[in-house]
């Protein structure tokens, strides 16, 4: 099984580090184990097993065999590899008022589900073998959190105001809300972790900083311009308009990833 990422023209390749292609293990499989991938719309081609091995199902990278073609995915021409579309603080790279900046702004965990479903990831950031609707999964959890943490809120505030809480109550009550908002702030940054290591990845994208810990201290130190810049990456916003209100940030027709093949 194979999922498509990025652009197979190969004159976009040309001096840049090759696109990758996702590969689903058919068995549990040794490392440097020679594995022939056959698809309809290409002759034979061979992959080989990465260090460590791969059980069944699990999903790796492989270079973008040279001359392949693939009809029915359409192309994705803008999408460079080896390197980053444009700059970390790029924001205004489309117009001030642009959405995909402003959703990264607002609420840095429903644009990052975009990007998951674009790039077909799950909520914490891992890599699927079929598309998902990531961005549904991540909103309902945005939206159990704010509704939990305004509710705990209140429940303070209305239980100080008539006198309810004696001794240790309200500090119990703020010590759940701050233990649960912690979570979800690590989650977030973990989940934004992992989804711009996998498109760095699928991008043959090199670290420049903090080597061994770049993906992590962006996502820690720089969540808001981190998601907006993967967006970018991830989205043809050059011939495309953003779109907030979707699953992927693009309009419904746009294509944002290829079809999974068997």
Known sequence: MIDYVGSNNNQDLIGQPPRKIRV???ADLPESYELEISHSDSAPFTVTIPEGGVAKDDIFLVDLPPNYKNPTYQVLENI???????????????GACHSHWLMAFACRELAMGQVMTRMRLD???NRMSRPTNTFLTVLIMVACWFIFDFSMA????????????????????????SVVGFLFGVWSIYALYKTRRNVRQEFSIPEQNCIGYEDCMYATFCG???VAQIARHTGDYETNPSTPFTSTGLPDHVPFAAPVTV
Request: charged share 20%.
């Open 80 to 94: 460079p590899t080896g390197r980053w579309k444009d700059g970390l603080f790029d924001l205004f790279q489309y």
């Open 24 to 26: 689903v293990a058919p």
């Open 123 to 125: 909520w914490l950031g």
């Open 224 to 226: 808001c311009c981190t």
């Open 154 to 177: 209140m429940l303070v505030q209305y239980g100080s105001d008539n006198g309810y809480y004696y001794g240790d109550d309200d500090t119990l009550t703020s010590w759940i809300r």
